[in-house]
């Protein structure tokens, strides 16, 4: 099957933000769409900008980022039954965005043209037919989403066959088949698109949801029946159940089917690009996840765990390593070491297998992630510990205490102070500063008082925060993770801290951000920025 | 269809205990085997009793249920290489058992024969034979779980059938087609039963594990291919990713093929099956579960919603009041009155469209969700604040201030210490208390004030606390919601507070949590339960 071409099509930005619990910033969704277009996804659809001035903003930034592969994709729907194209908001929305592609749904199911829309079904293929030539004239490239296509298709298969016939005329270049209340099973899923492309010509899309956990599955059955565009969301974050889970669909492809999609080099980065999304999403990855979850190769029963050590194809189903993710046995000394290897050549540090600092800095990273400590978000934090270990780093300043006092009266606005104490070489520097909370509080005084001594740091500045509370079943004395992004205008970078105390978590990754800046700036040892003292 | 018949299978005391995490006592197993045999499961393995004591344990105490459905199965392996039947202790230990049913477990792949038991292809079969005679001669009817048999077929298939040729013919009552290490994709397991079925007359059965995202799925196909017998558990617990969750494949049978196999009533007792199984189990019901989670059904989109209300159909799969769930239509957008009053209706709150407050109650609602508030996951809140607004609630304590200090002092442990002013009536209590970070001091110093009004509050206690910080672009000055999780040890109710200062964010919530108590224990405004002042 090696010759089959798949295009992966990749909604976590629209369709996975419709998760209950996720909102991302436009930073996390410019972040991501580098991530996804790194990873080699084809299309990445940004947001929907008929429906929300965020996302407006997000095509209008996004076309500053320089992408390697992936194509931009504006979602939406046909025009309004009673109104032409060139009156309705949503088609000029999608003009207006100026990404290459409008991928555009509508209705292929009787019920709902005459049930939702309140139109005729006449009606309904004039908009259909319209609604892509509008844009088509305005220089977009149309994939056409058959809405409900599955249930339309059970209900009447020769309407629904109508309206993507209707796409296909009016030039769609894709026309996806929607499962979209996700109740479809994977044999009609199969035998539905094979009677489909006897018919259309166009190449075929699924997009598939997981209300009856066969999400997965329906979209490998379309791609078996020949469907050459799979949608779905990165770890199938979306609405209700969510939708198919592209990190599940992507090795499958590559493994089981002998299809290349992103090619074997990036397909290592799976799980870094699983969790990476989580992180944005503030969500956990669930330890079971099939392919990237921790416990996903983790061999616990005696016997597994003998016969695995003798072979592992006895009870694993691929190679961990090919996924980037790794078997997980009682002793794992060594694929540790070897993980951290392979990432420190990616950050660009120099430490092989002989580095005599190796094993330290490895022992220091699982004191820290037991504390609560995550470094797959925060690759600044991880460089600057094993530049710290490797005796490199040569403190820029020290924190001698900080302070902080928030005071609540009802009624009036609450009141946050922080106080610190900042050493460089012999001055001390004592300040003050009040905030927006705690830690707003804090990360104010604390840059307050090194400015005194490095006047640059006044250029960089906390673009995002996040919070995350760790087995937060012991209430409000639970581990606290905290994810800091900075940036100087040009660049940004993550650092984290853990504690059970937030204010501590912070402070960490606050420090570790300055820390970071003044390394990469000042020069690791030998040059120094700033006045010496003031 | 509906002649089909389906046994299920249930393995969540055996495979599913052998997840991470899992640890269930006798009791539990117990109790798990009353509710499974309640709900209509024909088979229930109990434990492996050769490799654990406490399996043994529950073999005896299981003799004493009185079940109703449910026939108890022991699971073991085919003898050793080196043993007659009649030495193997783990034989001998299924026969103690006194359970009708043993399932044993044999190889079907080569490489396992030579690789991990070190034996002849030859003695496997040998093995095989003697172990399922050895059972029957006592009495036992034998289930044969072919290990790893389509990975075995993939290998070599006339050795994989010859193996389950050889179960047959010493009188294994099932044939149970195991794809061990979950990485068989839905067309494969289908071709294989279907090619099984033309040479093995007793009836098969499936046991797929959920590696590749497909173990729902997988048995699905081999149901279409002709098994009878189902495997899995509970939820899909089980080793690495997990095993086929009969909570998905019950009611796609159900529901989808139309096949009979616990029955309409108590298929509605799904998801309270499902919980129940993952309160012993320790371990949460993702909200996106599929049929059983708590957002399975629920609508945020406003199309979404205008369509689901006009008609369920247009985006639900199946009715959620089949398998016991329920619509829910996400608060945030309840902006409208419909909607406002169909959510009180659910919380059990008297409140229709003639109702004074009613205007007043949506237009807080929408004022507080500005501010970053959130009411999904804390009805406790939002039903305070309706009891409010009608005037129905009245203060059992007041707020005068609270303050919290954090110190840092590098190297040394963080401190928090909150002191409060709380005052009931005419007393004042100002106290103070420190804690694990700066909102477990402020929720121990509040509780520790207002249980010498109310020494009741001794009972409940924050069981899960979550931080979100909304558009986070702005760094740490960004807004920050908290829910709260409370429980008096018999119920538990959500709360949420929001602010741009998480102290104050946190105070909100955790005051929400004591007043909401205290109003449903103590009365809404004539009983008043503590001592009056002290």
Wanted: charged content about 30%; overall charge negative.
């Amino acid at each position: 099957m090696k010759e089959r071409r798949v295009e992966l099509y990749d909604t976590t930005l629209r369709d996975g933000a419709q998760m209950e619990g996720i909102s991302f910033s436009l930073e996390d969704k410019l972040k991501i769409t580098e991530k996804l277009d790194e990873f080699g996804i084809h299309y990445i659809e940004g947001g929907w900008p008929g429906s929300n001035p965020k996302d407006i903003e997000y095509f209008k930034a996004v076309k500053d980022l320089s992408l390697e592969n992936a194509q931009i994709a504006a979602f939406g729907s046909t025009r309004r039954p009673r109104l032409r194209p060139e009156e309705d908001p949503n088609l000029n929305a999608l003009v207006d965005s100026e990404a290459p592609i409008a991928t555009i749904f509508g209705k292929s199911w009787d019920l709902h043209v005459t049930d939702a829309l309140k139109t005729t079904l006449e009606n309904n293929l004039q908009m259909i037919a319209d609604s892509i030539e509008y844009l088509r004239e305005h220089g977009m490239k149309v994939f056409y989403d058959a809405e409900h296509f599955f249930d339309g298709y059970r209900a009447n298969s020769d309407y629904a066959m109508e309206t993507i016939k209707t796409a296909e005329e009016a030039g769609a270049e894709r026309i996806v088949l929607a499962d979209t209340n996700g109740g479809s099973l994977p044999s009609f899923i199969k035998q539905v698109v094979e009677r489909v492309r006897e018919e259309i010509k166009v190449p075929l899309g699924i997009h598939a949801h997981n209300d009856s956990e066969l999400a997965v599955a329906n979209s490998l059955m379309a791609f078996e029946a020949g469907v050459v565009q799979i949608q779905g969301t990165i770890n199938g974050y979306g609405e209700r159940c969510g939708n198919a889970n592209l990190i599940s669909i992507i090795p499958a492809l590559e493994l089981k089917y002998g299809v290349e999609v992103v090619g074997k080099e990036k397909l290592r980065k799976l799980k870094e690009l699983a969790h990476f999304v989580a992180e944005l999403a503030n969500m956990e990855i669930p330890r079971n996840q099939p392919y990237v979850g921790d416990s996903a190769f983790a061999h616990k029963g005696g016997v597994h765990v003998s016969a695995v050590l003798k072979n592992p194809r006895t009870y694993e189903h691929i190679d961990p390593e090919l996924v980037g993710n790794r078997r997980k046995v009682v002793v794992s000394e060594l694929s540790g070491k070897s993980n951290l290897i392979y990432k420190a050549k990616e950050l660009g540090i120099d430490l092989d297998e002989k580095d005599p600092h190796l094993q330290e800095i490895v022992n220091k990273i699982k004191e820290l992630e037991f504390l609560g400590y995550h470094f797959e978000a925060a690759e600044a934090s991880l460089e600057l510990l094993i530049e710290k270990i490797k005796g490199r780093y040569k403190p820029f300043f020290e924190l001698e205490r900080a302070r902080v006092i928030s005071e609540i009266l009802p009624g009036q606005p609450p009141i946050s102070e922080a106080t610190v104490v900042v050493k460089v070489d012999s001055k001390r520097v004592h300040t003050a500063a009040e905030g927006n909370g705690p830690v707003n509080a804090l990360d104010l005084a604390l840059r307050k008082a090194l400015t005194e001594f490095y006047p640059e740091l006044k250029e960089i500045k906390l673009v995002d925060y996040k919070v995350r509370v760790l087995g937060s079943e012991k209430g409000t004395a639970a581990k606290v993770r905290v994810l800091i992004q900075t940036s100087d205008g040009k660049k940004s970078w993550g650092t984290v801290g853990a504690s059970t105390n937030i204010i501590e978590a912070s402070l960490n990754a606050i420090i570790d951000s300055m820390e970071y800046w003044l390394m990469k700036e000042c020069g690791k040892n030998e040059k120094r920025c700033g006045k010496e003292g003031n």
